[in-house]
């Protein structure tokens, strides 16, 4: 038509090659949603079970996705840095990777939460790339994202705790906290009640981390009733430290990962 | 923590000022999935219908959104141009309102497409931006969306109708229409199928034009069943023509909607 | 070669059609360079002309180029909203027309400055691009260069008659015309130093507006003396207000400038 | 002023951290300007002592330049990846160096090109910034210039030879050499014109490399005329190697110039 002129303001953004490209999604506004939705506190198992599901759909749509990193109400996701998916443009990676993550969180919210508890508003997120030149750098963003996992928790395991069972208000609490180190929250959680901060599930502590990986499913069951295994590579979720680097640890037994 | 220097990737995606963002959202392989969920040949009323309440939901979000337009799988949001929502941010603009809309076309796909037409994967959507520096040129991207609404449509419904009542194969109605033009089409449809291209639904031909507008709405009885009414500004839906300027046409009458 | 892969790096950098394009130059440290070559103070007519005959050079050989306006260090030129050179890439806009401007300034620094006046160090200058989606952004973008020529040319001739007539410090003068307003300033110019700041030249007060304009210039002398005349589109410089918009200034004159 | 709102349309254009940038200057239109200036053909020595000269000047204003490749009309620039100049502000730094480059070209013609050979136009150069994310890209992206070298010049040397001492017609040469692979023009070269291909000068066959080298440098004469030698870190032109990596090669020998 006589308006295709349009056409020529819509300008390239392709991202620059070479570089790994992390997508980071972040609830919009989860201070009020999680309050709304009378997520458990601090950490609510089916909340972050949600998240996990929506992550990995998104990894089965988007196989050069290498790695994800979950946490709270967000998730990263690291594309190989030599993807030449829908060419790199960004728009196209934030958008379609933003939008399958909150379509998998709304379809999957009945089951995951509980018919009992009802949407009451449409959960929506936030997205954006960011470009790592090296693997070096990606493995910083991820401790980054995993270290803030742990400071987080750490300050609302006390925080609750203080508010929910030390009848302290949100104020005092915060008062409490204010400035206190690592150690000093770790001795008010086992002084005041009794929690050992270590033996918290390592859901909380560490986030959750998703990979593909060759596993035996079961694929159907054989009339006799005997279940019927193929390897297939699916996504699969982890809670593991990926901060360290030393032999044993997750980045030495998965040397490949972003190569 | 020792992290954080990798925060300075994240680089400023700030979109020029001045000028009017428009965000199209468009449906990832709609094709296989409207096919997958039945979706009525040409125009699918409820699919349709979904696409317009997952609108409306966006505007409500972001009254910075003077106008919208949709089709098919497809829908523009036309932000001021000196709206600072977001700091202009580029991916956080794209992302929130692919998000946004995103949500609602889950959540009320099962009251608008019927309990019994469930969800059998996660539809997902990839948004853009593109500025135009002038009125006229909105104008001019709006007027390209509804032309090829029309296009498409006549097409569409050319297709269809020789395929389901003319019993052709899809190839042979692709030939039959290969480069025809408009009038051959009308005529097609007439002589043929006995159908007025001109009678058809406005909604399939013009598309849906979204607008805030100032509207008496019901907004609770009284206890003898009196309605009362109140003023509030609501996300209209009209299938309107936005490509003539004249006097009495829609930008005559809402001179301001952009200004 | 097996090396053609590094191209893919060069990335698109197209700059948004339908926007002026504003590419201003600025002198890098010409604190320093015009204290190295004993520039007059405050204004050294003769680095001014050099800038000018700079800025000629420059709408030569860009076409597209509406209008340019220079004072001090710095010169912008505007480029036509719809220009399509060199596919308004960026970079390869912002670079020749930075390279153009340095390279003629230093050619022509000989004529215009004095052969005795040796060129001591390269003159270096940056360059950037700033898009304006509208004429009114465009004058008011003009009207900020030109009033910021007028308040530094105030507060510069100020600080220079204190020092060099007042046999005041730098930092006395500095001091005595901290915070003060331009009435101050014109009062301290005419009482202590018996200077009419309205009567100094246009030059100095309104910096250079250069714009391509159809005049007669003589083109060869005939056998007998007589000179020829031919009619020539040639860049000329005029030191006039072009902030005001009223009947008869600047922009009224000259209405289809930047249409 | 009232007029400051113009500034926030200057958007940030701040380079990916941790990425190599090469800044690329060409030439414009040299095809043209080495013919009006008459350089000698293939390779005009002072030109390219020129060119050389330029570029050594810019080495000494941006210290994070750590090598720089010449050839031709072109002049590779390459910072190390964790420059913070300019706060890596992309037009900045292309603009800066490409000026600086324009300007030292200029002032230094006439010493290096001799008197009698005026400018007789503003040579002007564009510009680019790409970013490289690894030491292995840049190296390819050298060695990519390198080979370009080198097929140029032996393309050139052919073609001017069958042309100067051929008596060929431009349009004879070209049909001549279409197609042809590297033996065949050396053994076209060695055979009519009698030219040893491998014992051209280095600098026309390589290319110039740029690098800050410690050297002794005489700094003065005493009184009794014995020279004074002081060490000093000064740009150093080399017509070497700079494709291969094995022992003793160039970046062998400067295994720290990219970290
Ligand atoms: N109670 C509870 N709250 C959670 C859980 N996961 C996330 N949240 C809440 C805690 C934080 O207030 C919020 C996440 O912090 P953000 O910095 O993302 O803030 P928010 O999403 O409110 O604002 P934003 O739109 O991202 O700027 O979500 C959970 O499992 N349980
Ligand atoms: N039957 C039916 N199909 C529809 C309706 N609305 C949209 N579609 C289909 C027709 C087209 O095949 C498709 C929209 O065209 P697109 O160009 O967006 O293609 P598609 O989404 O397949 O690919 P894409 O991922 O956008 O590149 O959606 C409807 O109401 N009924
Ligand atoms: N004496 C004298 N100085 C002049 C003349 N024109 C410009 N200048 C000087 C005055 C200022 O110190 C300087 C221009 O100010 P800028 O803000 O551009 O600073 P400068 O170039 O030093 O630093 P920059 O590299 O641009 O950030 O040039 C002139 O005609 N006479
Ligand atoms: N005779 C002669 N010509 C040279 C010498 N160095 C460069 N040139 C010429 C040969 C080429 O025609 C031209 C460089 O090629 P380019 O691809 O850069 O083309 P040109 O500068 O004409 O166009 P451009 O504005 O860069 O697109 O400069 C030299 O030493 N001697
Ligand atoms: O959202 P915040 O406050 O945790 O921090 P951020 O994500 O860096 O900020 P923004 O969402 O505005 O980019
Ligand atoms: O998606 P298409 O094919 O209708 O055309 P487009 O949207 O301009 O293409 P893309 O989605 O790749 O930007
Ligand atoms: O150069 P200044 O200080 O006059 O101000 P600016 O030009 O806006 O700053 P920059 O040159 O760093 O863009
Ligand atoms: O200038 P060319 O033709 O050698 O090739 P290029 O430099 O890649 O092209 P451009 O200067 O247009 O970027
Ligand atoms: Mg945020
Ligand atoms: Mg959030
Ligand atoms: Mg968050
Ligand atoms: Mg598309
Ligand atoms: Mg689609
Ligand atoms: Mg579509
Ligand atoms: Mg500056
Ligand atoms: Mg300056
Ligand atoms: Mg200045
Ligand atoms: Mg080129
Ligand atoms: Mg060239
Ligand atoms: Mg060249």
Redesign the pocket.
């Known amino acids: 038509s006589k308006y295709e002129h349009v056409r020529k303001y819509e300008l390239d953004d392709e991202l620059l090659p070479g570089c790994y490209i992390v997508i980071r999604v ?7 949603f ?1 309050t709304l939705h009378n ?6 198992i089916n ?2 079970l949600l998240m996990d599901e929506a992550a990995k759909a998104v990894l089965v749509d988007y196989p050069d996705i290498r790695i994800a990193f979950g946490q ?3 998730y990263s996701f690291v594309l190989h840095k030599n993807t030449a998916i829908y060419g790199r443009r960004s728009s196209k990676l934030v958008s379609l990777i933003t939008s399958c993550f909150t379509s998998n969180y709304v379809r999957f919210w009945p089951q995951v939460m509980g018919e009992d508890r009802a949407l009451k508003c449409s959960p929506t997120f936030d997205g954006r790339a960011v470009l790592y030149p090296s693997e070096e750098l990606v493995k910083d963003y991820l401790s980054w994202r995993q270290v803030d996992t742990h400071i987080n928790n750490q300050y609302n395991t006390c925080f609750w705790a203080l508010v929910q069972q030390g009848n302290k208000t949100p104020a005092q609490a915060q008062e409490e906290l204010r400035g206190s180190d690592a150690e000093f929250k770790n001795e008010l959680l086992y002084s005041q009640f009794g929690i050992n901060y270590n033996t918290l599930p390592e859901q909380f502590k560490k986030g959750s981390v998703v990979v593909m990986q060759r596993r035996k499913v079961v694929v159907k069951m054989t009339e006799s009733g005997v279940p019927v295994e193929r390897e297939k590579t699916e996504p699969t979720v982890l809670h593991c430290d990926i901060i360290r680097t030393e032999a044993g640890a997750f980045w030495a037994q998965n040397p490949d990962l972003l190569k």
């Open positions: 972040d609830g919009k506004g989860f201070t009020k999680s997520f458990e506190k601090p950490n609510d909340a972050l709270s109400d967000e």
